[in-house]
C-alpha cells in the first residue's frame, strides 16, 4: 500500500491547472516514487495542447533520460520513420510515456533499462490523466505493455488488444500497438520488415480512428 510517510513513495505534485507549461514545470519536482534519484531529470510529454493523437510509451530511455524529451534515441528514430510512412507528423502529435522517470541498474558503465514495475505506474499516473485531461486528445495510442497497463490495468496484454479499437475510462479512444523498441530487437531482416509493417498498419488504424484520414 502507498502511504504517504513511507520513504521515496509522495503523491505526485500536479497542480490543478489548465496549463501545461505548470503542469510540466511541476513534474520537475516529482518524487511520488523512488526512481527520481537515479534518473538525470523527469522526462514530460511533448507535443502541441489540442493534438488529435497522444502516443504514450514506458518510459524514458538512455538517451531520452540525457536530453529530457521523449523518443529522441534508437527507439524514437524507428518510430519517427513508421510515423511519416503512416503519413502522421510527429509535430502535430502529443508524445509522452506511462512512467517519467529512467529506471535503470548499473552493470560496468552502462545504464541497463529496468522495467518499471505496477507501483511505480500507479505512482507516476496522475501525471498521464493531466496530460489526457489538458491535450484532450480524440485518440490515445499506446506503445507496448507498459502504457496499456497504465490505461486498462496490470491485466492488460499487447498480444491479445493489439489493433482493435478500445475505450477507457482516461480516453474515449485507445488503440494499442507493440513498443518501438521491440522492432529493434527482431532476430532477422525478414522479421524486422514483418514487424515494422505490422507496427506501420497499426499507427494507420489509429490516425483513422482519431479521424484524421
Ligand atoms: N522508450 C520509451 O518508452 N519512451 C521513450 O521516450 C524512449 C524509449
Known sequence: MQTKTEEGWRPAPVPGTSSLTQVREAARDCTACPLYKRATQTVFG???????????????????????????????????????????????????????????EPRGKRRIHQKPN??????????LEAELRLVRPKLLLCLGSTAGQAIFGPSFRVTRERGR????????????????????????????????AHFVADLRIALRAAGQK
Not at 500497438?177 to 514487424?195: A, F, G
Request: glycine content about 8%.
Open 46 to 104: 511533448e507535443g502541441p495542447k489540442g493534438a488529435p493523437i497522444m502516443l504514450v510509451g514506458e518510459q524514458p530511455g538512455d538517451y531520452e533520460d540525457v536530453a529530457g524529451k521523449p523518443f529522441v534515441g534508437p527507439a524514437g528514430k524507428i518510430m519517427d520513420r513508421a510515423l511519416e510512412e503512416a503519413g502522421i507528423d510527429r509535430k502535430q502529435v502529443y508524445v509522452t510515456n506511462a512512467v517519467k522517470h529512467f529506471k535503470w
Open 118 to 127: 505496477s507501483r511505480e505506474i500507479a505512482a507516476c499516473r496522475p501525471w
Open 165 to 196: 479499437l478500445l475505450s477507457a475510462k482516461l480516453a474515449p479512444k485507445v488503440v494499442a500497438t507493440v513498443h518501438p523498441s521491440s522492432l529493434l530487437r527482431q532476430p532477422d531482416e525478414e522479421s524486422r520488415q514483418r514487424e515494422y
